[in-house]
């Protein structure tokens, strides 16, 4: 019986190759203009060469996208990567763009995301830990405006900013509960004037979700100098760029948004910029590595965080909007072991067979690919392969897939890599030149901010309705009346269900979306509606996973995968 080798043991088994040559493969010449490397096997390409590519025709866009995520995993990325490898081996050009992990789940308790098995992005160690450092510069770019912000009000606060209607928090790239709300400028005159403060998690800051929808170094410090940071007494409007913020904060951020190139298992090329989570945030990779990839491939594979009520979502309705890209295809990952949580088995009893709570279950994935169809994108299962699951819950799930008129693939690259995708990959390039995408947003521009919360609950999550409280409701207005009700918006929810409850599996239905605050994010041009429990910062589960991140005597890192 061969050896199960940990993803961690695959990763460190790869033969890369020089980034140089992996560029050479989307025919980036090795010249100073093009990129810059950062080691052996990671570089960043260089905006003036990307400024080059612009009058090249784009190739197809694939968005993978999954089911609502549990506890027996899906494994969006890995069959993101998987895909992409398949595509390259049935002779496509293509790349795959991807978001960059954070540290605060690593840590956390999702561990790594890089992919899994033989679908994998490297080098993974540094993918997952400090990579490019594009994420403390984010955090570092988001504090100095908070820095600047009390500085300002310390020397004298020729803005007027009323201290109690600041609401720039600060950040840090860590899941830290203490740090929600904090008090700030204690100990007397000499450190400022004291009041409220807190923190969110980097993903969740708004340079995050400017730096991955910005199309240009220009762009990026307009958006930045567009933030709303605080309001007068009087409810004034104070920005970024009247604290004169936009260009030292552009500067930090000016090698981060450059985008970073390394290579799956496979030595196929792999950009990975950005990451903004999908449940307090916008979940997609940077508009900029997109659009790079577009220009240099004949197929973009790209993923949308969770699930496609969140991820794809908002990667329609906000990124695509912002960027004028349009997807040629929507994949959607489902498991077998995942599908039978949603017909309401518990993890430890996923190993045996069960097709009627799989059929059960099935209600989740059928309810994500009627969302796709609402957008006019063709629509493709990637059946994500686990040892346990059987020849009769894999017709099963074919089969009811089938009656949507919408073909199951079963896909095995977690163990064969692309040639575990290639059926997948050769339905996709078929479906893309057979079904023509009608693709068309959710809602339009000119829909009213509280009716484009309800469009989305109700379309997408299946809500019977949205409460919100008198004040919600006036803070809208005042963004429609301030010129921002042309906004999309961007809400904040568990991953976990349709619902706001993440015990609710399945396909629920008649569930009230309570939206409990609404946010501004002038510069990034969404309003971020936070609904339930979720938190802009999140905690440590009781045993994190960083007690078992260690290294171990050879020097390696442990725990981490």
């Not at 985008?259 to 030595?267: F, G, M, R």
């Not at 220009?295 to 909007?321: H, N, Q």
């Not at 088995?345 to 069960?354: P, R, T, V």
Request: contains cysteine; hydrophobic residues 40%.
């Amino acid at each position: 019986m061969n050896e199960v080798k940990s993803d961690i043991q695959i990763a460190r088994e790869a033969k890369m190759q020089p980034i140089k040559e992996i560029l050479e493969k989307v025919n980036v010449p090795d010249e100073s203009f093009a990129f810059s490397p950062m080691g052996r096997h990671i570089a960043k390409i260089n905006l003036e060469y990307i400024e080059t590519l612009k009058d090249k025709q784009d190739g197809k866009l694939i968005l993978v996208t999954a089911i609502t995520p549990t506890p027996a995993g899906e494994g969006k990325t890995t069959t993101s990567v998987g895909l992409n490898d398949g595509l390259n081996k049935i002779g496509k050009k293509s790349i795959v763009c991807l978001r960059e992990p954070s540290l605060g789940p690593s840590f956390g308790m999702k561990g790594g995301a890089a992919g899994g098995g033989y679908a994998q992005v490297v080098p993974m160690e540094q993918i997952n830990l400090h990579f490019t450092g594009d994420f403390h510069a984010i955090t570092s770019a988001h504090n100095l405006l908070s820095a600047l912000i009390d500085n300002h009000i310390y020397w004298g606060n020729k803005l007027d900013i009323d201290v109690r209607r600041i609401v720039w928090k600060r950040v840090i790239d860590m899941n830290d509960r203490s740090l929600r709300s904090i008090n700030i400028n204690l100990g007397g005159v000499a450190n400022g004037f004291p009041r409220e403060d807190g923190f969110d998690i980097t993903v969740a800051s708004e340079i995050m979700a400017i730096f991955c929808l910005a199309n240009n170094l220009e762009d990026l410090e307009n958006r930045i100098g567009n933030i709303t940071i605080a309001y007068t007494r009087d409810k004034k409007p104070i920005y970024a760029k009247d604290l004169k913020a936009q260009g030292p904060m552009t500067v930090l951020l000016k090698d981060a948004i450059r985008p970073n190139v390394t290579q799956t298992l496979e030595n196929n090329p792999a950009i990975i910029h950005g990451g903004p989570f999908a449940n307090i945030a916008h979940g997609c990779n940077s508009v900029i590595a997109t659009k790079t990839g577009l220009k240099l491939s004949d197929y973009v594979v790209t993923e949308a965080g969770f699930g496609a009520d969140l991820g794809a979502e908002k990667f329609l309705d906000i990124k695509c909007r912002k960027s004028n890209l349009k997807p040629s295809c929507v994949v959607i990952v489902a498991t077998i072991r995942a599908l039978k949580m949603h017909g309401g088995l518990s993890k430890e009893e996923l190993k045996k067979e069960n097709v009627d709570a799989l059929n059960k279950g099935l209600v989740n994935l059928k309810r994500h690919i009627e969302n796709i169809k609402k957008y006019g994108l063709p629509v493709a299962v990637a059946v994500n392969n686990f040892i346990t699951d059987t020849e009769n819950e894999t017709k099963a799930l074919i089969d009811a897939c089938n009656e949507m008129n919408v073909k199951a693939t079963l896909c095995t690259h977690w163990s064969n890599g692309g040639e575990g995708t290639k059926e997948l990959a050769s339905h996709v390039v078929e479906l893309i030149e057979k079904e023509k995408s009608d693709f068309k947003f959710l809602y339009e521009n000119k829909t009213p901010l509280f009716k484009k919360i309800e469009t989305v609950a109700k379309e997408i999550y299946r809500a019977s309705e949205v409460v919100a409280d008198t004040k919600i409701r006036d803070q809208l207005k005042n963004f429609e009346d301030q010129g921002y009700g042309e906004l999309p918006i961007c809400v904040a929810k568990t991953q976990y269900s349709f619902s706001t409850d993440p015990n609710l599996k399945g396909a629920p239905t008649g569930h009230v979306l309570q939206v409990r605050e609404v946010r501004l994010s002038s510069g990034a041009e969404f309003i971020v509606i936070i609904c339930g429990a979720i938190m802009t910062m999140p905690g440590l589960p009781r045993v994190p996973a960083a007690d078992s991140i260690k290294l171990n005597d050879k020097g390696d890192i442990e725990g981490l995968f």
